[in-house]
């Protein structure tokens, strides 16, 4: 009897001891806009947080009185802790939260008072430091700032040098979607590997790309869904023509296209600049096999670039230090130096123009057949065309890969399943 | 002619059990051996089979992406905590309601069950605030204290407490026994395959759970193991022989927790239907 009890109490004991190690007075200090101190934290997940991190030292350097706490989560989990935060009416929120921008307006619209508006601590006057196009999705309707902009993704289509030699296709030849799939046909004769990878019933990504390239995304500026528009069908008819010649590889997801980028089943990989990570990180044998050229146009002389993927800082309203927290957002965001350590370390592509002429940035990669990489793609950021993200974003890019596993694998036409996508789309947002 | 036909169905009842554990240990072999290789060389096609080299590779850079030994004790921790103290108050509310009689003990474990049906979602953001303004998140109790008393848990012991005959606690009780010595010393020991189950049960849900505290943990040397190895999945880099090693490290414990309390699964059956 005793002995029990004793194992009982002895339990509770340890369970209060764990209770009473808890710190957190540090937080409670704050200082003002112009002597921003006291301890912050930072959400972001794997290579950004290791990028924030990295730049603490500079940042202290300018604001001795602040540190800077990051705390590293997977995207998926930053998500669901931010909606939980939020939904809870901002508590338990950190004061700096990363995000993709895809995902702002959706959260924007779902909770319209939970960020700072950060023109109103005066990040309007950096307008100008940054490609328009990522200016464009960081901003709400009325043109205010509403996240700080970061890295991004400019589209280019990577390509296996080795395979293109052995089909005597020559990359610089290709100028549009046709010459595309004609290279591919040769391509596929001459070492019988497709052309590219695309998960079909779950990734738009290359629609995506496409729409993009000719200024549109799921909707049009005025927020109208252009899932119906002539650039959408011929988006989607080239798709087609590229499953009609066999020319897709049709992989499951992210670990789908890393296989067949490892394993060399694909001859190139349309996506972001970002994917250059990637490639060299799970396929370092491979290394002066890989090069990149631009999307191909619609027509010759047309638009050849698009982004995928990019993320911001934003500061949520409830955050408890918020001097602090903008100090940190605008100088992160706004330092050469500290952009310029994700761009080495991780790959992370700055939107802050300054860092372009950075002779890293300039440099021949050995990975990638010598050539300039990175200056290709910094080359063309303020070419890529500004397109119009909205909360419905996930919804449409969902609908429409489904449409596109409709057209694909179940030989739907192109206008009617685009035109299902559409009417489907509408009932959803209503 | 018999021995042959005998000899026939072994061999085709054996060929289908060695089939199905070829499936079921296929999944479980391949993450053992792709913790032993780096991540690039786990999609090779064909894929390699045997150990790699790179165990010990793996080994260090997952301690020091994760602190592999504090996420590891943090998981320990909790699980084990939660399970004494979930299985003993589970065992005596379920006696509780199984033995005493007083008012409102119907009605009282009609809204225990009814607790059974309400989706975590919707207590998700409530406590959440709660946990908050207790100034508990990133702690242990954030994760222990919430669901000690498990609905289930309770409604399985309750179960097999009311098969025990009263006679058994009269008895007791006439010889002079407190009620705390009863539960211990009489009702504990009789339902021990009961509280084995339980015990696994609660251990396994906590071990595993990854929801909450994904939410109320934020910094790394509190994670537990599925919210740490969750983090390891990168936005374009995952380092996926660090995943295996992680996933393997993890599976462990419930194995030989399973093992450990497996003996009493068996003991408490055979136990039960050999009446002398």
Redesign the interface.
Known sequence: ?KK?LSV?LA?FL??LS??SN?S?DDQAKTGDAKHPAGTI?VWG????AATMKAAVENFQKKYPDVKV?V???????LY??LT??L???G??L?DVVLMEDERIPGYIHQFPQGFLNLNKLGYDKYKDSFNPAKVASVQDKDGNFVAAPWDIGPAGVFYRVDYFKKAGVDPNSIQTWDDYIAAGKKIKEATGKKMLPIDIPNYDGVFQMMMQQQGLSYFDQDGKITLQSPEAVRAMKVIKQLHDEDLILNNKG??GI??AT??GEVATVPYGV??T??IM????DLKGKWDVFFLPSFKEGGTRYANVGGSSLLIPATAKNQSAAYAFVEFFTTDKASQMLGFEKYGLFPSLKDTYNDPKFTANSEYFNNSPVFKKFADIVDKVPQIHLTENFAKASSLMANAQAAILLENKSVESALKDAQKQLENQMR | MITSKKLSTKILIYSLLIIGVILSIAPFYWMIVGSTHPSGEIFRVPPKLLPGNYLAKNFESLSESLGIAKVFWNSLYIAIVYTVLSTLISAMAGYAFAKYRFKGKNGFFFVILCSLMIPFQVTLIPLFEMMVSFDWLNTYQAIILPSLAAPFSIYLMRQNMQVVPDSIIEASRVDGAGELRIFFTVILPVTRPALAAVAIFQFMSQWNSLLWPLITLNSKDMFTLPVALSSLIGMARIDYGELMLGTTLSTIPIMIFFLLLQKQFISGILGGSVKE
């Open positions: 009897m029990y009982l339990v340890l369970v764990a209770c808890k957190s934290t997940w794997d290579v950004a706490k705390e590293d989560f997977n995207s998926g989990d669901e802790k939980v935060g939904a809870a009416r508590n338990g950190p992210w670990d890393v296989t490892v394993n970002w994917y990570g990637s990180d799970q396929a370092p």
